[in-house]
């Protein structure tokens, strides 16, 4: 069973991304496929969608904000006995600004070495708004769907969500870690617990099954992208 769904899902992989690189805008830098792409991006979602549900309305009074390198946490961070670093996610974010006002946040991300495509019209008008007051490393910790801005030895909380995953509007890096460590301990704890008195099987399969749905997806965002543009231009 599991070799037809392995067989299946590498098939997916590889017709998805042989399509998506074929028919998808690309550029070789982020700032470029920001400024060739992210305004057509953004017309389209508000001419073949309802604008509402990014944040938009149907002006088409539309510029961006910088353009900002997303940073996560480094492996080193999950463990007490390391120092926390961040790593680039090979994502790239800017503000959407509609009739002067921040609405919502557009991105690019490296899709294989020097190739960048879009990755998502998303995160909403609360990210939007905070990423004028970023000064320094703008942090993403997707678990937590938290964002913050790390100046080398504070991070600062950019959204709610920050703010309630480190109890405040700051924290140091040291006691950031700290959270880290002890949230990757809670998520493998359940893990051990869901997977008591499974088989082996299960166990040894369904990671990779995961991570193989997981990349197909991945895959398949600039396809989707080219599907929404083609219905949006009938």
């Known amino acids: 069973m ?42 389209d979602h508000i001419e073949g969608d ?26 080193s961070c999950y463990s007490p006995d390391e120092m926390c670093t961040f790593v680039p996610s090979d994502e790239y974010v800017s503000a959407v600004i509609q009739d002067g006002e921040p609405r919502n946040v557009i991105g690019t991300y490296e899709q ?15 990210l939007a708004i905070a990423l004028a007051d970023v000064s320094g490393t703008l942090v993403h910790s997707a678990r937590e769907n938290a964002w913050f801005d790390f100046d080398g030895e504070t991070l600062t909380a ?32 359940s893990l051990e617990d869901g997977l008591t008195g499974s088989s082996g099987n299960v166990q040894t399969t369904t990671p990779r099954l995961y991570w193989m749905l997981g990349f197909a997806l ?8 080219l599907l929404y543009r083609r219905r949006a231009n009938k």
């Open 2 to 43: 599991f070799r037809l769904i392995k067989t299946f899902a590498l098939a997916g992989i590889f017709t998805l991304a042989a399509t998506s690189a074929a028919a998808a805008p690309t550029e070789r830098s982020a700032e470029r496929f920001a400024e060739e792409h992210f305004e057509s991006i953004v017309l």
């Open 50 to 75: 309802d604008p509402s549900n990014y944040h938009l309305t149907e002006s088409r009074a539309i510029s961006f904000g910088p353009l900002h390198e997303v940073m996560i946490a480094a492996q």
């Open 112 to 126: 294989e070495p020097g190739v960048f495509a879009f990755s998502t019209l998303g995160y909403g008008d609360e």
């Open 158 to 189: 950019l959204t709610n969500d920050a703010k309630r995953f480190i109890g405040g509007d700051t924290i140091t890096l040291e006691s950031y870690q700290a959270l880290l460590v002890e949230a990757h301990l809670n998520v493998e704890g």
């Open 218 to 225: 991945l895959a398949g965002l600039p396809l989707s992208y």
